[in-house]
């Protein structure tokens, strides 16, 4: 009688598995198209963002979402599902957690200021688009403590970000200097917190970000962001790994807001172009037929009217930032973020 | 099973649902599909990917904060290294709040069946604020009130230019290491303090010997009183005979921080003391409860031979009462140990926190978290066996 049980009982265990086997290697090897597929299938866009960054990406008091993060966001979601770029769901990550949730595919693509280096582009699993943002890390310090640069920085405390590239520059630009320094972790409103009650001396952060926070605290005039930076800290886009077609949209989207902008194409005049392009670049641009011709179609899994719909959303690269960076008091003129005519390194490959 | 009965119809058969033999069958073919179901999914989620904790080996790249008596340089380091960092971290908070939680928990538990109306209250009022209050909200309202209650250093309170108190720590006067008054070695402390030990084992041996003598004879041999006679006799001899090598070293301010001295971090401090209380306030039930589950009558009897209050608290009800307790506060202990991971919330760079940076850095977060379970496996494994040990010495010992 018992043996018979078992049997049966493995009987119906293995009857499971091949059920569970079935339902699962159905997605196993064919990842390509599959963020794009679930994107369309699901009808909305889920966007990572860190949602507690003036200026890059702010959950606003009323839940919307504001900030240049924000932004590339809603041009994503306007070139795959139209409807203004109002298709997305912002999903505020914490920085320890935020490539986990992209491996596991809880987000679809991650805008949160996060940096681009060789250790995340060969471990993590993940590939990055095309760079929106060119920043360093810096310091903000008292406006009277008399500190220029990390020169002056001897034996201090620092509040970092943990889990974060700034924390290993700012060890290894300490350990060149050969000083010594006392960090604190936490979460940026943590950071923020500490060093507006005099927890640490320092802190240190992307300079954008730390000029962009500093700019919202109420007594602003009592800190300063010194001129000084350390490290290269070049922000983009993250998707995940081996889903090239995901990967082609979400960069060409981004190329395609600083190729407008080079084009002089922008969201208020972005229609009346496409109905009477003035050359063929912008009529490739925004997927309207140039003299007569056809209308370019590059074969992304897009139609090719993809770069018009992000444009109408969010204008070109310029405007979001004017819109967004720009009102934290973090200039363009004179940095990297500029077009490459202006001076800066912005630069996108040509659409054709 | 008596078909004999004759003249009934034989029973209609039972539906095969209702067959005890089928339910079982069914319930067994279930649990073993489910965890079928579930092995198979973990297995189908880690595989394909490779493991290996040679990751460990790396150089740390990162620095943490909140050391003590190591200062232990990220850059140069090896991750794992840095992990012991963090282990260490983890160690003070937990040895501290198990000491402290000890002593207050007794106390309030005590406090709590005290004749005085208004002790007895304020004992309770204790226990009900601080154990019905989520520890995570107790923590970082701790480090609130620290951070932001607490002046800035440069206006730090200071309590005779001896203890200062700031939102940068509570510095306080901290024994440093000192070559004495001949100027000798730093290492005449460590003989000083091997001198204290052997003080401390001769008057176990001592008190031992007339707790004997005393059993054995009827007549007082004042047991304890010798001991610590013999014990605080040779640590002072010793001191002054190696020429006190031994100074405390009194806190100063010096730019934005303090130097010398010990200085107890906003992070440690907030930690230690949510944990603390939180833990003293279910130990404090736990005393309460092992007491009044004593007899009456040992009470009375206590009573009855005329020994003072203090002694019928320490020589009659507490050691009966301990036997109670242990069970449950060893399980008190091993939450606290694990509750310490709250350091997360206050930034404080303990094992989890250090565990987290790496695993931040280069993914492996299999390997990393395999590695905290079994480190916090280990550490409450080890209270366990302390614990147990204690448990079966006190439950053999007769009182």
Same mark, same amino acid.
Request: avoid cysteine.
């Given at each position: 009688m018992t043996r018979r049980r078992w049997g049966l009982a493995i009987v119906a265990a293995i009857a499971l598995l091949a059920a569970a086997c079935g339902g699962g290697?159905?997605?196993?090897?064919? +990842? !390509?198209g599959e963020v794009l597929r679930s994107v369309l299938d699901r009808g909305e866009l889920r966007c990572g963002v860190? =949602?507690?960054?003036?200026?890059?990406s702010f959950a606003n008091p009323d839940g919307s979402f504001s900030g240049f993060d924000v932004e590339f966001c809603r041009a994503i979601a306007a070139a795959v599902l139209g409807n203004d770029g109002e298709d997305v769901a912002f999903v505020q990550v914490p920085s320890a957690t935020r490539f986990e949730l992209l491996n596991t595919r809880q987000i679809d693509v991650l805008i949160r200021t996060t940096t681009v280096t060789a250790e995340r582009d060969a471990s993590l699993g993940l590939e990055f688009g095309p760079i929106t943002f060119y920043t360093g890390q810096s310091f903000a310090v008292r406006?009277?403590?008399?500190?220029?640069?990390? *020169?002056?920085? !001897?034996g201090i405390t620092i509040c970092v970000q943990s889990a974060t590239t700034t924390e290993q520059n700012l060890s290894d630009h300490f350990n060149e200097l050969g000083y010594d320094y006392t960090p604190l972790g936490g979460e940026d409103q943590e950071n923020q917190d500490a060093f507006a009650t005099g927890r640490c001396d320092a802190w240190t952060g992307d300079q954008s970000n730390l000029i962009s926070r500093i700019s919202q605290?109420?007594? +602003? !005039?009592e800190f300063r962001v010194v001129d000084q930076l350390i490290s290269k800290e070049p922000l983009a886009p993250f998707v995940i790994d081996g889903d090239r077609q995901w990967k082609d949209v979400v960069s060409w989207v981004v190329y395609g807001l600083i190729n407008a902008e080079e084009l002089g194409v922008t969201r208020e005049n972005a229609a009346a172009l496409a109905a009477d392009p003035p050359n063929a670049a912008v009529a490739r641009l925004l997927g309207a037929p140039f003299k007569g011709g056809e209308v370019a179609d590059h =074969?992304? *899994?897009?139609?090719?009217q993809f770069l018009r719909r992000a444009l109408l959303a969010t204008g070109n690269y310029g405007e979001i930032y004017e819109r967004t960076?720009?009102?934290?008091?973090?200039?363009?003129?004179?940095?990297?973020?500029?077009l490459v005519r202006d001076g800066g390194v912005l630069y996108a490959p040509p659409y054709r | 099973m008596t078909t004999m009965t004759g003249g009934l119809p034989p029973p209609a058969p039972t539906p095969l649902f209702f067959r005890r033999g089928f339910r079982n069958l069914l319930a067994q073919g279930v649990y073993v599909g489910v965890t079928a179901l579930v092995i198979f999914y973990v297995v189908q989620a880690l595989g394909g990917r490779e493991y290996g904790f040679?990751?460990?080996?790396?150089? %740390? %790249?990162f620095d943490v904060g909140n050391q003590w008596l190591i200062n232990v340089d990220g850059?140069?380091?090896t991750r794992f290294t840095m992990y012991l960092v963090g282990i260490w971290a983890t160690a003070r908070v937990v040895m501290v709040t198990l000491l402290l939680s000890t002593v207050l928990g007794v106390a309030v538990g005590v406090a709590r069946l005290s004749p005085n109306w208004l002790l007895s209250k304020m004992a309770m009022l204790f226990v009900e604020i601080f154990r019905n209050m989520p520890l995570f909200v107790q923590i970082v309202l701790w480090y609130a009130i620290v951070l932001f209650g607490l002046p800035q250093i440069q206006n730090a309170l200071d309590l005779g230019d001896t203890f200062f108190l700031s939102n940068r720590g509570i510095a306080v006067p901290w024994p440093e290491p000192d070559g004495g008054l001949y100027g000798g070695p730093e290492w005449l402390t460590a003989v000083w303090a091997a001198a204290v030990a052997a003080a401390a084992v001769a008057a176990w041996f001592v008190r031992r010997r007339r707790q004997e003598l005393e059993r054995e004879t009827?007549?007082?041999?004042?047991p304890n009183r010798w001991g610590i006679r013999l014990f605080a006799g040779g640590a002072l001899v010793s001191f002054l005979a190696l020429g006190l090598p031994l100074t405390i070293d009194v806190p100063v301010l010096s730019g934005t921080d303090y130097a010398e001295g010990l200085t107890l971090r906003p992070e440690f401090t907030a930690l230690t003391l949510g944990l603390t209380i939180y833990t003293a306030s279910f130990i404090a039930e736990i005393v309460r409860a092992s007491i009044q589950a004593l007899p009456k009558g040992q009470t009375e009897a206590a009573n009855a031979i005329g020994l003072s209050g203090y002694q019928r608290l320490t020589l009659v009800i507490l050691p009966q009462a301990l036997r109670q307790m242990i069970p449950s506060v060893t399980n008190q202990y091993l939450n606290a140990s694990k509750n310490s991971s709250l350091a997360y919330g206050v930034s404080y760079a303990d094992l989890f926190f250090v565990a987290n940076i790496i695993q931040n850095k280069i993914g492996h977060a299999v390997e990393v978290f395999a590695l905290i379970i079994v480190t916090y496996m280990l550490m409450s494994l080890a209270i366990s066996v302390v614990m147990n040990f204690l448990n079966s010495r006190l439950t053999l010992t007769r009182v």
């Open positions: 290697s159905g997605g196993g090897d064919d +990842a !390509d860190k =949602g507690s960054h003036p200026g890059f406006a009277d403590s008399g500190i220029r640069s990390t *020169a002056d920085m !001897d605290l109420p007594n +602003a !005039d =074969g992304f *899994a897009v139609d090719p960076v720009a009102r934290v008091g973090v200039p363009r003129e004179g940095t990297l973020n500029a | 040679g990751f460990l080996n790396q150089p %740390a %790249a850059t140069t380091n009827g007549q007082p041999h004042y």
